[in-house]
């Protein structure tokens, strides 16, 4: 029988590390970017096609789901996986992003956060129990903590109380979820480091987080504003603070070069709408850098998105046909456009492994920035 929860570090190259995280619904393999599929959708793509990108796992959004369609509609028709036809592993975040987010919406206290939907203006109570609930009802895999993130612009003393509180939940959310009986013995449980850009508050963080205990830990708090630069300098610290052994995801993250960057300092897993929400909006992501596809130089261009990419979009429909649709407003843009850039994301993780696994990753590394980076549409 498969186990609960396995991560094996197979190689690492500086700080860069390539491995592979086993759980009863299949393996994972590291670096890993997850599609996000919000309200049990990848946009503008079937399961089994993100599948075939290449994906092991995806994301799922507990606040929206929640309102709609509901996590006990969810669980009385089997759970999210059955749901949504995708019976590999699912993580779901808790809702904490959505605390920011809303921040018109809401009222926050220790409890948890009051809340008014932006679908119908309905209220809601969502705290760390609640949150763990909400889960356990979608069948999650991977269960993320509650929290709080706050801006990156906030003062010091705001990210110090707002870290302590999240740190606070993360303790309640440890103890809800241990009680999730069946669904605790299957699925794993990931604490979030907070604390802005701080070296001393993400220390206090991770230790926090450290004695109370958990599967993997994700570096939360960052792609909120503060920019390449200052994310990388926070990176360049608080992954070493996490434990070694456990695999380490960064939130809402991001650009090909972000990612790159990002695994250079020691992230394992990613999330980020980018490459769904460019598809749909005529950006194509290449090896040779983003691509518009708007662009009227593209109108009769024969040739694929990207030479050098192996996904069937690039093997079958020229650019030229690609801008005629996106052009047209016709859906079938979106779902190639998307189809290719989950795809790209994709080659490039398992570029990133293969280069971990024989340690060239800087060279690599080199290679991509020189590559992308350089003057593009």
Not at 34 to 61: C, F, Q
Request: proline fraction near 5%; charged fraction near 20%.
């Amino acid at each position: 029988m498969a186990p609960r929860f396995q991560f094996t570090i197979h190689a690492t190259d500086g700080k860069a590390r390539t491995g592979t995280i086993a759980m009863q619904r299949g393996e994972i393999r590291t670096p890993a970017f997850m599609p996000v599929g919000t309200a049990a959708s990848v946009k503008a793509m079937k399961p089994e096609s993100v599948r075939a990108t290449g994906a092991d796992i995806i994301l799922g959004n507990t606040y929206h789901l929640m309102l709609r369609p509901g996590a006990e509609r969810v669980a009385r028709l089997g759970g999210l996986h059955k749901f949504m036809n995708w019976p590999r592993p699912i993580l779901t975040d808790s809702g904490g992003y959505q605390v920011m987010s809303l921040s018109e919406l809401r009222k926050l206290t220790e409890q948890g956060v009051e809340f008014r939907s932006h679908l119908d203006g309905s209220k809601h109570m969502l705290t760390p129990e609640r949150s763990m609930e909400i889960q356990r009802l979608l069948g999650s895999d991977i269960v993320m903590a509650f929290d709080e993130c706050p801006r990156a612009d906030q003062p010091r003393d705001a990210i110090a109380k707002s870290m302590e509180l999240s740190m606070r939940w993360a303790q309640r959310s440890r103890n809800a979820f241990d009680a999730g009986g069946e669904h605790a013995a299957r699925a794993a449980l990931f604490g979030i480091q907070q604390g802005g850009l701080d070296d001393g508050l993400r220390r206090h963080s991770a230790d926090a987080l450290t004695q109370i205990g958990f599967d993997g830990y994700a570096v939360g708090g960052l792609a909120v504003g503060e920019g390449q630069d200052a994310m990388f300098a926070t990176l360049d610290f608080a992954p070493a603070m996490l434990p070694q052994g456990r695999p380490r995801y960064l939130m809402g993250v991001g650009k090909p070069d972000d990612l790159v960057g990002a695994v250079e300092r020691g992230i394992d897993m990613f999330d980020c709408v980018l490459p769904t929400r460019s598809g749909r909006n005529g950006q194509a992501f290449t090896w040779a850098g983003p691509l518009n596809i708007r662009n009227a130089r593209h109108a009769e261009d024969a040739g694929p998105l990207d030479a050098c990419c192996s996904c069937g979009v690039c093997a079958t429909y020229s650019r030229a046909y690609l801008h005629h649709l996106v052009k047209s407003g016709e859906i079938l843009g979106a779902m190639l456009l998307t189809e290719h850039n989950l795809s790209f994301y994709q080659q490039l993780m398992q570029a990133m492994r293969n280069a971990i696994g024989v340690g060239c990753f800087a060279a690599f590394a080199a290679d991509f920035r020189r590559d992308y980076l350089g003057d593009g549409d």
